[in-house]
């Protein structure tokens, strides 16, 4: 059977007896999502590859202590986003993020559409920046990751009721600066 057919339990089992092609399939298809999210959280291209290189060679490293091979998703999650908080708890207030390059829209039908859909992001991540760490990882795990409750609980280490309050903040934050684009 092809790594590609299989599922991310049974390829957890392969690299976890030692076989790095099945790590190598691990790393494929979940490093472009734990870059978006890094990269969400971090607001800096770099920074978001250095975490997620980190966080694949930790895991690695760690994948025997892995008590459920279905578990390695969110486990992948939570290590990408404790990471991403460190880095943000580590850095200086007046570190520069560049937001701009996180809101570059793709092709977008017009330059017209383009550009208010440029400026509709950059509101946004600017109000992204505006929240705590905790609330940008709970709220970018719920509505673009599409995580629930308990993983981003699990994730960022709070209760799924914490989590909850974090993301009904950030919802009630994020509304009230993008109510002009309603």
Not at 4 to 19: C, W
Not at 89 to 99: F, G, I, L, Y
Not at 115 to 141: F, G, I, K, M
Request: charged share 30%; net charge neutral.
């Amino acid at each position: 059977m092809v790594a590609d057919e299989l599922d991310d339990a049974t390829l957890v089992a392969r690299a976890r007896d030692g076989d790095v092609r099945a790590y190598e399939e691990l790393v494929r298809r979940h490093q472009d999502r734990m870059f978006r999210l890094a990269l969400r959280m971090l607001g800096n291209r770099g920074d978001a590859e250095d975490v997620v290189q980190e966080v694949f060679l930790t895991v690695w490293r760690r994948l025997a202590q892995l008590q459920q091979d279905a578990a390695f998703l969110g486990w992948l999650y939570r290590t990408t986003t404790n990471r991403c908080l460190n880095v943000l708890r580590s850095r200086k207030p007046s570190a520069e993020v560049d937001w701009e390059e996180i809101a570059a829209p793709g092709n977008q039908a017009g330059p017209e559409r383009s550009a208010q859909v440029s400026e509709q992001l950059a509101v946004l991540n600017r109000a992204l920046r505006e929240l705590t760490p905790e609330q940008r990882a709970c709220w970018l795990l719920r509505e673009v990751h599409g995580r629930s409750y308990e993983e981003i609980g699990a994730a960022v280490g709070a209760s799924p009721t914490a989590v909850r309050g974090r993301i009904a903040r950030a919802r009630a934050q994020l509304a009230e600066v993008m109510r002009p684009w309603q």
